[in-house]
C-alpha cells in the first residue's frame, strides 16, 4: 500500500520549533537599541589605549623573530668590532704621541656573555626535604624542613638515622664525633 504524503512547507527564516507551552518570542524593532551586555561593558577592547602607537603596523612585511644563535653570533660580532675600534683609537694615541701614565687599561665589554646579576636581597627560599615544595616550617628536634602538617606527621615517625640522611642530601648534616 503505498501512500503519497504532500510535501511540507519550509518557511524562509529561523527554523525553531514553535511548542504550544513556549511563550512567543518578543520582536524588537530596529528603533529601540539594546542596552549593552555585562560582557560589553567590562571590556577593554574598546577603551583607549594612550601607550599604543596607532600608526604602528601590527605586522611589519619581512620582519621575523631571531633566533639565539643569531642573537649570539651578532653579540660576537658586535664585540670584535668594538674591540677593532678601541685597538685603532689606542694606535692613533700612540702615532700621535699621547701616552697615558704607562697603564693599560682594559675595560671589559659588557655583553650577553659577561653580564653578572648582583646577590638578590630576599631571603634564599627553604624547601621540603621530602617534597621538594616550599617550606615554611621546620622540625625544631630533627631540624628538616616541612611543608604541611600532613608532612609533619611523617616526619615524627621516621626511623632513627632517616632524618640526618634527609639533611645530608640537603647539605646541612650534623657530624658527631
Known amino acids: 500500500m503505498l501512500c503519497c504524503r504532500a510535501p511540507k512547507s519550509r518557511k524562509s527564516g529561523p527554523s525553531t520549533p514553535q511548542h504550544a507551552n513556549s511563550p512567543v518570542p518578543s520582536t524588537t524593532t530596529a528603533s529601540t537599541p539594546q542596552p549593552p551586555s555585562l560582557a560589553e561593558t567590562l571590556s577593554f577592547a574598546s577603551a583607549p589605549r594612550p601607550f599604543k602607537n596607532p600608526a604602528w603596523p601590527s605586522k611589519v612585511a619581512g620582519r621575523r623573530n631571531k633566533t639565539l644563535r643569531q642573537v649570539l653570533a651578532a653579540e660576537?660580532?658586535?664585540?670584535?668590532?668594538?674591540?677593532e675600534r678601541r685597538k685603532e683609537v689606542r694606535r692613533t694615541r700612540e702615532e700621535g704621541g699621547m701616552e697615558l701614565d704607562g697603564k693599560e687599561?682594559?675595560?671589559?665589554l659588557v655583553n650577553y656573555f659577561t653580564l653578572e646579576a648582583p646577590p638578590s636581597?630576599?631571603?634564599q627560599k627553604k624547601y621540603c626535604d621530602?617534597?621538594?615544595?616550599?617550606?615554611?616550617?621546620?622540625d625544631p628536634k630533627t631540624r628538616l624542613r616541612y611543608h604541611s602538617r600532613e608532612l609533619?606527621?611523617?616526619?615524627?615517625?621516621?626511623?632513627?638515622?632517616a632524618d640526618q640522611q634527609y639533611l645530608a642530601v640537603r647539605g646541612s648534616e650534623t657530624v658527631l664525633k
Open 105 to 108: 687599561e682594559e675595560e671589559e
Open 152 to 161: 609533619y606527621a611523617i616526619v615524627r615517625t621516621l626511623p632513627p638515622g
Open 121 to 123: 636581597l630576599l631571603p
Open 76 to 83: 660576537r660580532e658586535r664585540e670584535r668590532v668594538e674591540l
Open 130 to 138: 621530602l617534597t621538594g615544595l616550599e617550606a615554611p616550617y621546620t
